[in-house]
C-alpha cells in the first residue's frame, strides 16, 4: 500500500544511486591528459560534481585552452566512462534498499541526471536499478542542466505528476539548487562532506551532513510521510 499519498521521488543518479564520481573523475583525467593536461586532480574534479558531463567539457575546453570540440571532449569521455563502467559500479546500499521499498509501494519514481542518455541507460541496467527506474531524463534531453530546474520538471511530466508532488534525492548543491528551483522538496546528501555547508544545501528539506554514512531509507521513508512544508 502507497502511504505516500500520491508523492514521487526523483533521484539523481551518480554520487547519490551509484559511486560512480570516481570513475567519471579517471575518465576524465585521461581525457585531459590526451589534450595536454596532465594534471587534474580529484579536487580539481570536485568542482564539476551535480555538473552536466557537457557543461563540465566545455568549462574544460575553455579553462585549459583545449583546441578539440566540446563534442568531440564528450564522446572521449563518455567512451572512457562507460568503458569503466563496465567493470563494475557499485550501488550505494541503503539507497537501493530505499528504491525497493518505494516500489513496493508503487511510489512513481524516475531519475535525472546530468550523465548521458547512454551513460545512464549503461548504469542503470549494469547495476539492476533499471528494474525499477524506467522514467529517466538526462540533462541533454533539456535546455538547461543542474542547477536550472528543468531535468526535475520533465522528470515530474514524465511521470505525470505534479511538481510540488515531488521529492527529489541529491548529493550536489546545484542538484538541490534544481530542486527548490522545480517547487520540490528535496533531501540532501552531500557527496563532497565540504560542501554540506553550501547555501543551496539550505533549501533542502531534509539534510543528511554525513552523506551515504547517514541515510537511512525507514527515516528518509518517514520523512516523506511529514505533511508537506513550504520550499
Not at 524506467?134 to 542547477?147: L, N, Q
Not at 522528470?155 to 534525492?169: E, I, K, T
Request: proline share 6%.
Amino acid at each position: 500500500m502507497n502511504q505516500l499519498d500520491g508523492l514521487a521521488v526523483i533521484f539523481d543518479l551518480d554520487g547519490t544511486l551509484v559511486d560512480s564520481e570516481p570513475l567519471y573523475y579517471e575518465a576524465g583525467r585521461l581525457t585531459l591528459a590526451e589534450h595536454g593536461v596532465p594534471d587534474f586532480s580529484w579536487a580539481d574534479h570536485e568542482r564539476y560534481v551535480g555538473i552536466s558531463t557537457q557543461e563540465t567539457v566545455t568549462d574544460w575546453k575553455r579553462r585549459y585552452g583545449i583546441t578539440a570540440s566540446v563534442p568531440e571532449l564528450l564522446a572521449a569521455k563518455n567512451h572512457r566512462y562507460l568503458a569503466l563502467a563496465r567493470d563494475g559500479l557499485r550501488v550505494y546500499p541503503r539507497m537501493r534498499e530505499f528504491v525497493e521499498l518505494l516500489a513496493d509501494e508503487g511510489v512513481p519514481m524516475a531519475v535525472a541526471s546530468g550523465s548521458s542518455p547512454e551513460a545512464i541507460a549503461a548504469v542503470l541496467a549494469g547495476t539492476g536499478l533499471d528494474r525499477w527506474l524506467r522514467t529517466v531524463v538526462s540533462a541533454d534531453e533539456v535546455p538547461y542542466g543542474k542547477p536550472a530546474p528543468d531535468v526535475f520538471l520533465e522528470a515530474a511530466r514524465r511521470l505525470g505528476v505534479d511538481p510540488a508532488r515531488c521529492v527529489v534525492v541529491e548529493d550536489a548543491p546545484a542538484g538541490a539548487a534544481a530542486a527548490h528551483a522545480a517547487g520540490m522538496r528535496c533531501v540532501a546528501v552531500p557527496y563532497v562532506a565540504a560542501q554540506a555547508d553550501a547555501p543551496e544545501f539550505a533549501t533542502a528539506g531534509l539534510l543528511l551532513r554525513g552523506g551515504q554514512a547517514e541515510f537511512d531509507p525507514r527515516d528518509a521513508h518517514a520523512w516523506l510521510r511529514r505533511p508537506t512544508t513550504s520550499t
